[in-house]
């Protein structure tokens, strides 16, 4: 199936600073490439995707990266404030699934620190 | 109605008993999905449906049987579980199989076995 790495595992940052937590994927035909954010006992939220016909998109504070030579893709948080402290999880669609349910990394903990 | 409804939110159950999952979604979406999540790990996926069949079952074992009635319910049936099936269940859907938009995720059944 799909193999995503994420990296890191975890990250603690300083309010203020900017974050970057990084992706890979294996199957060079996934074209989905979605971020979520899971605060503790919550459900996993969508924060921002992108496809493969774009290198990057930007929402506010948030921004996500494509690079499909490469295969990876990132999630950038600039202005980190404490309640962007979670976890974060990228996912892509499987290999030889014809792209259906979504497979996930194993996730950043971010910890913002004021 | 842009979300996915899911009961109980809490369950304890014991390994001899029979329990059910519900999911509930009214956004015209033809995928649903069945996620189990440990403490701390991605979302693990156990099941997917599209167009109210099965069309993936990521090798789960038996005791876990899913259901789904029409587009708009997803069952869990749960019977003979082991202490190591406690996690968060979770329930997500979707337009379509391979088609992203909308991938949503319910809030959860915080399942205990005992």
């Known amino acids: 199936g799909e193999n995503v790495e994420q990296h890191p595992s975890t990250l603690s940052v300083q309010e203020g600073d900017s974050a970057v937590i990084k992706c890979t994927y294996s199957d060079s035909a996934s074209n989905y490439f979605p971020w979520y954010k899971q605060e503790l006992g919550k459900r996993p939220q969508l924060i921002i995707d992108?496809?493969?016909?774009?290198g990057e998109k930007k929402d506010q504070r948030i921004a996500v990266t494509l690079n499909k030579t490469a295969k990876h893709f990132s999630l950038h948080i600039t202005e980190t404030q404490p309640e962007d402290s979670a976890v974060y999880f990228c996912a892509a669609p499987p290999l030889n699934q014809a792209g259906t349910a979504l497979i996930f990394g194993k996730g950043t903990t971010l910890s913002v620190s004021s | 109605d842009t979300e996915v409804t899911q009961t109980p939110k809490h369950l304890v159950m014991g390994m001899t008993n029979k329990k059910s999952l519900k999911c509930e979604q009214h956004?015209?979406?033809?995928?649903m999905y069945w996620y189990k999540q440990k403490a701390k790990k991605p979302p693990e996926l156990m099941f997917v449906?599209?167009?109210?069949?099965?069309?993936i079952n990521e090798s789960v074992p038996s005791r876990f049987s899913p259901e789904c009635p029409n587009s708009s319910l997803l069952n869990l049936h749960l019977h003979a579980l082991q202490p190591e099936d406690s996690a968060l269940y979770l329930c997500a859907s979707s337009y379509t199989s391979g088609n992203y938009y909308g991938y949503t995720f319910g809030s959860g059944t915080r399942l205990t076995v005992v």
């Open positions: 449906y599209s167009y109210e069949k099965l069309s």
């Open positions: 992108i496809r493969s016909n774009v």
């Open positions: 956004m015209g979406h033809r995928a």
